[in-house]
């Protein structure tokens, strides 16, 4: 194989090296070592990537380049390795947090079916929205002071800019005019 | 370059077929549209990657990295098909965040924050989803997983499984 093949190989393995990297580490650092969870997703996320960049700079090493398209492809195999760390993330970000897969796990756990309104009894919005108001105070999220809520600068506050973003760019509507407040927020803070 | 060009032409290529289509009309079954929408995008972009015109490019765009610009395509679509699911409804925290933006400088206090709140709005949603993406099916009166259904939990439970989580929050 010439040093093109072996370097372009190298680039299309990187981010699975990474990937795989990563989940086994998941596995070692929650079931071995004991890890928090929160924790241990960060570590082997960093270590796969650490794994996937080392391949890509030998990729490049061997495949002398332009600097411009050394760093299109390095920016394309770190956003491909990115994108397997965001699915694992959201896979298990899912079975903590997602309100359909509480449901069906519930659904699942009664061989009879559950009608609707038991399902609603069972799981219902004020449980939801308060275990969810209790997690965004503990995680500082938003400030307290007193008994009132304000918005606080946070890596939430700007995940829901992008969300009300896209929400706005997709269907129109209101989100416009809370996307306008956002970016008055951020500007004048 | 054209690795990473290619594959972000291609992703905005569909995005922009995604928007025009929902601002023309909003599909019923919004997550299935979108997976189509990517997935003809995805046929188009692997033919004319394929072609012998992509294949005279030059000795820089190779068949790997023809492969490496799917894959860069392949995963914008999966994030921004787990992005959607926020998107498509509001969660309980977007609308509480958009309450609490609402009252910024005066702030909101907590009774008056699950006042505000349309509750029985996110469960209901949720379970016309589940219903709606054949997670669930209507038995009489009773819901019944599918098979798909189960699938989808066995996945994400069998993997926090694997990672010793079983409690699950709100």
Redesign the interface.
């Given at each position: 194989m010439t040093r093109?093949?072996t370097a372009?190989?190298l680039?299309?393995t990187a981010?699975f090296a990474g990937f795989v990297i990563n989940i086994l580490g998941?596995?070692i650092l929650?079931?071995l070592m004991r890890l928090r969870?929160l924790s241990?997703i960060f570590v082997a996320f960093t270590a796969g990537g650490i794994a996937c960049f080392v391949a890509l700079a030998i990729a490049l090493f061997i495949h002398a380049?332009p600097m411009?398209?050394k760093l299109?492809?390095s920016?394309?195999?770190l956003?491909?390795y990115?994108?397997?760390g965001?699915?694992s993330f959201?896979?298990?970000n899912?079975?903590?947090?997602s309100?359909?897969?509480?449901?069906?796990?519930l659904?699942?756990e009664n061989p009879?079916?559950?009608?609707?309104a038991e399902?609603?009894t069972r799981?219902?919005?004020?449980?939801?929205?308060?275990?969810?108001?209790r997690?965004?105070v503990d995680n500082r999220q938003?400030t307290v002071?007193g008994?009132?809520?304000?918005?606080r600068r946070s890596v939430?506050?700007l995940a829901?800019g992008g969300?009300w973003f896209?929400?706005w760019?997709?269907?129109?509507g209101r989100q416009g005019r809370?996307l306008h407040?956002?970016a008055k927020?951020l500007i004048q803070r | 370059m054209i690795v990473f060009a290619s594959g972000i032409a291609l992703f905005l290529m569909a995005f922009a077929v995604h928007v025009l289509l929902w601002r023309i009309h909003v599909p019923k079954r919004q997550g299935r549209m979108l997976a189509v929408i990517f997935l003809v995008v995805l046929i188009v972009g692997v033919g004319l990657l394929l072609s012998p015109a992509a294949a005279s490019i030059g000795p820089d765009f190779s068949l790997l990295r023809r492969i490496l610009t799917i894959l860069l395509y392949c995963s914008f679509c999966t994030v921004y098909l787990i992005l959607f699911t926020a998107i498509e409804a509001d969660s309980p925290t977007l609308t509480m965040i958009a309450l609490i933006f609402d009252r910024r400088a005066q702030g909101i206090g907590r009774e008056e924050l699950l006042r505000s709140i349309d509750f029985n709005s996110f469960s209901r949603l949720r379970l016309d989803q589940l219903l709606r993406d054949d997670m669930v099916l209507l038995d009489g009166e009773r819901l019944r997983p599918t098979r798909k259904g189960r699938i989808v939990v066995d996945i994400i439970l069998t993997y926090r499984y694997l990672l010793g989580r079983t409690p699950m929050g709100g």
């Open positions: 093109e093949g372009d190989l680039l299309i981010p998941q596995f929650t079931r969870l241990s380049q411009l398209d299109a492809l920016a394309s195999v956003l491909v990115s994108a397997a965001f699915v959201a896979v298990i899912l079975g903590e947090t309100l359909r897969i509480r449901m069906m796990r659904i699942l009879d079916g559950l009608t609707a399902i609603l799981y219902n919005d004020a449980l939801i929205v308060s275990v969810r108001l997690r965004m938003v002071s008994d009132a809520l304000y918005p939430l506050i829901v969300i896209l929400q760019l997709t269907y129109g809370l407040d956002w927020y | -």
